[in-house]
């Protein structure tokens, strides 16, 4: 799986401790496909939020999500390109998100970008 900067457990590790360690596998993967749809439904709804303030915050964003996407796609033989990943999380094509929602960025959203670089998402298999 995905190497988050900072991570000292895999992330099977982590979701098999604690309230999911009892489930069978395949509740446990409905529970986590749930979860994503919610994340990426509520990503496509607050438009207003910028990458570049996802990834200053929470060190990643929806371009991030959309690598994970094409990187476990990728593990399973799945045919897909980052424009098609994208277009998943985002709803419609990143061309049209852009146009549509993305504002400039200022310098000092480009200066923090830069300082928190350390803790942005390092996703293999994505590229």
């Known amino acids: 799986m995905s190497d988050c900067a900072g991570s000292e457990m895999s992330t099977e590790a982590v979701l098999a401790n604690g309230p999911a360690a009892d489930l069978d596998p395949q509740t446990k993967l409905e529970l986590e496909a749930a979860a994503f749809r919610g994340l990426v439904m509520h990503l496509q709804d607050r438009k207003d939020v ?13 371009n991030c999500l ?8 990728r ?16 709803g419609m094509t990143y ?23 350390h803790l942005h998402a390092k996703i293999p298999g994505a590229k």
């Open 50 to 62: 910028q990458n570049i303030d996802l990834m200053n915050l929470a060190g990643f964003c929806r």
């Open 66 to 73: 959309a690598k994970w996407y094409l990187a476990a796609a």
């Open 75 to 90: 593990e399973r033989g799945v045919a897909m390109d980052y424009d098609g990943a994208r277009e998943v999380v985002y």
């Open 95 to 117: 061309d049209a998100w852009k146009d549509n929602h993305q504002a400039p960025a200022s310098d000092e959203q480009k200066q923090k970008f830069q300082d928190t670089a």
